[in-house]
């Protein structure tokens, strides 16, 4: 190749580059200029500081897993993650969708994938995270149990096949713990959770009572941290649901409405 050949396609290169550049300003303006660029690049900055790399890794793989409609979910925060569930309940169809530290809202953020598989049972375990402040924010009572009938309104209009079984918020012992919290803010949950079940037609099922002590602490032969559970609290938890687990499943329910339970969600402050 001569010289004038090599400056000739240089030049068509430098023509070409400063094309692109000017569509690409072009574009720019079209969608608002470098305002919508500042938008789109603090959009993905916002999303990646709000989701730890470990729930946005679980929560791949989840949506990447094989679905079943025998599947029986457990699904919730660490304390449902480290249950061996399939062993402990020797059932293979149950699937473990427990991620720590998860809150209601994160529950929310992944619920397509629960939904996709359209599950034979549900149990649900959330709630102590959004009152430790766990997700950022400590939430009240009253925001904790918004987000959750978000997530009970999901299922009842999108699983309408599906049993769901609302599980108690568990126990803790402040005098081992660091993750402090007060038990009567527990149980104040699980009244409300309760009248939730109750609201929307599904199984409340008390574990709380199962791995309390005479204290309604979290009794410390179920605990090394006063907030997780050792093999004997697992146990104890396995009594209280195996039965449900086992049960024949029929339940069909008509839909609700989501308007007011979404709108009044999306203009909380959480």
Not at 22 to 48: A, D, N, W
Not at 99 to 122: C, E, F, H, M, Y
Not at 175 to 181: G, L, P, V
Request: net charge neutral; with cysteine.
């Amino acid at each position: 190749m001569n010289k004038r050949s090599t400056i000739l396609l240089l030049f068509a290169s430098s023509i070409l580059n400063i094309l692109f550049f000017l569509l690409g300003i072009l574009f720019l303006i079209k969608k608002g200029g470098f305002q919508y660029l500042s938008k789109k690049v603090s959009r993905k900055r916002s999303e990646e500081e709000y989701y730890d790399p470990y729930y946005l890794h679980k929560k791949s793989q989840f949506e990447l897993l094989p679905k079943s409609d025998l599947d029986i979910i457990f699904l919730g925060d660490s304390l449902t993650e480290e249950g061996q569930w399939s062993e402990l309940l020797e059932n293979p169809n149950i699937k473990n969708r427990g991620i720590g530290g998860d809150t209601t809202d994160l529950i929310l953020n992944r619920l397509d994938t629960i939904l996709a598989s359209q599950p034979q049972k549900v149990f649900l375990m959330v709630g102590i995270n959004d009152l430790l402040g766990l997700g950022k924010t400590v939430k009240t009572i009253e925001q904790t149990i918004l987000v959750y009938s978000a997530i009970l309104t999901e299922f009842k209009n999108k699983l309408p096949n599906t049993k769901v079984f609302i599980q108690s918020v568990l126990p803790v012992n402040n005098k081992t713990t660091r993750y402090w919290q007060d038990n009567n803010n527990i149980l104040q949950l699980n009244l409300q959770l309760k009248n939730l079940a109750k609201e929307f037609s599904y199984e409340y099922i008390d574990v709380y009572s199962h791995l309390s002590d005479s204290e309604q602490k979290l009794d410390i032969c179920y605990t090394e941290d006063g907030l997780h559970l050792n093999g004997r609290g697992y146990l104890k938890w396995k009594q209280a649901v195996e039965g449900y687990v086992n049960a024949s499943c029929t339940n069909v329910s008509k839909n609700i409405s989501t308007g007011d339970v979404l709108t009044e969600y999306q203009g909380q402050s959480l």
